[in-house]
């Protein structure tokens, strides 16, 4: 009987001529999809294969999850990994609906929020030939800089994107100048805004979210998975206009990123049709158990929001003293653009002091820095290699 220890394809491939002679002669390129060929896939933060490096790269909680989350999982590690998980992660999304004050119904899990994400994407918007005048119904729209991975999950679709420049400053534009402005779209199928904003890390008003929102005909997603880092969260949109939904996650500040559980906030007609589209068994059963745990202790969470907070600002004035342009946060990272030199040479030369922060190559952010806050110890080993760089 054919299993995993059979062989596996490459050595198959390479022990078989025949099968080598049928892969010469045949271009294995014109069996993808057009639409794949062309596809450029999203790029995350380097996981870095050696030890000793000072991570700060992937916006990753520096802080273990609570030990009542680790005893919960590991008590969870017996013969019932055999088992299926729940299919709509039944006991999470009640607990979450007592937490939110809302109804189980208004609420979908996901294998981590960017499959919410492309659901999102997959319900609510027509895919569409690029060839075609695009309607609004085919158009994933969102504001540039936001999060990379939406132009990646409208074009897998085969639906439009419509990137929209925020204020230069990074604050988001008002509403008479986005209708001054012309280029955004009203009746967007789909409107992604990051709320606090990644990678800027301004937080938003609610007050100028709802303006927004209310003048939206399309879904509207508020992506908020910085949100616990922020003075304000706009999850009260979410049960008031049926159609604004709010996306949050368990990885940053639940510091559960290794086990992907997210969730979105919706009207429930909304929700099913995302229910309609997932894996029937698409988040964990230890996913989904972490998940429940760490509702049972948020105080331990929420201690940890103060100190990530207060490193951010430290760490911010500390390099602000260094001559980087640090632009205020609300979420678990800064943007900061740094002095002498261009920021893709910062990112390698810190990565040779052990420190590996992120870079962007999109042109409104290239001259920055993503720098992840991490515990106050790591920040202060950045500090360090800033000065053992900056000449003088
Ligand atoms: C703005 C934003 N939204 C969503 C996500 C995805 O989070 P998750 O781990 O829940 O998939 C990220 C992750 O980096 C993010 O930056």
């Known amino acids: 009987m054919a299993g995993w220890d059979d062989g596996g394809f490459e050595c198959f491939c390479r022990s078989d001529p025949a099968l080598l002679a049928w892969c010469d002669m045949t271009d294995l390129k014109k069996l993808i999809r057009p639409l794949v060929r062309e596809l450029h896939a999203y790029v995350p933060g380097e996981q870095p294969k050696i030890k000793g490096l000072i991570k700060l790269n992937t916006n990753e909680n520096p802080y273990p999850p609570s030990p009542k989350v680790l005893v919960a999982v590991k008590a969870s590690v017996d013969g019932r990994l055999r088992l299926y998980p729940n299919p709509t992660a039944e006991r999470l999304r009640e607990k979450l609906a007592r937490l939110h004050r809302c109804c189980s119904e208004n609420i979908i899990i996901g294998n981590g929020s960017d499959e919410l994400l492309a659901l999102a994407v ?71 805004i990051t709320t606090p904003n990644a990678p800027g890390g301004r937080g938003y008003p609610t007050s100028e979210l709802e303006k927004l929102c209310r003048a939206q005909k399309g879904v509207v997603v508020l992506d908020e998975a910085y949100v616990d880092f922020a003075d304000e969260n706009a999850l009260a949109l979410a049960t008031k206009h049926p159609h604004v939904i709010v996306s949050r996650t368990f990885s940053k500040a639940y510091s559960l990123c290794f086990q992907r559980v997210g969730y979105f906030v919706g009207h429930p007609e909304l929700i ?89 190559s999109a042109p409104e952010v290239q001259e920055y820095l993503r720098i992840t806050i991490g515990t106050e110890a790591e920040a202060a080993a950045l500090v360090r290699a800033v000065r053992r760089i900056l000449p003088g």
């Open 272 to 360: 099913a049709a995302l229910h309609k589209m997932r894996d029937s068994y698409n988040v964990n059963g230890l996913g989904q158990i972490a998940a429940e745990a760490t509702l049972e202790d948020l105080g331990y969470y929420r201690a940890n929001f103060k100190k990530i907070i207060a490193t951010r600002e430290g760490l911010s004035r500390r390099l602000t003293e260094l001559g980087f342009r640090v632009l205020p946060s609300q979420t678990n990272f800064i943007l900061a653009r740094p002095p002498r030199f261009p920021a893709k040479e910062w990112l390698q030369t810190l990565r040779d002091q052990k420190v590996l922060v992120r870079w962007f």
């Open 122 to 192: 997959r319900a609510f918007v027509e895919p569409s030939p690029k060839s075609r005048v695009q309607s609004p119904k085919s158009i994933v729209q969102y504001f540039t800089p936001s999060y990379s991975l939406y132009p990646v999950l409208a074009e897998t679709h085969g639906a439009a994107t419509q990137g929209v420049p925020l204020n230069p400053d990074f604050s988001l534009p008002s509403l008479p100048e986005l209708k001054r402005a012309k280029v955004w779209d009203f009746q967007a199928a789909l409107t992604l």
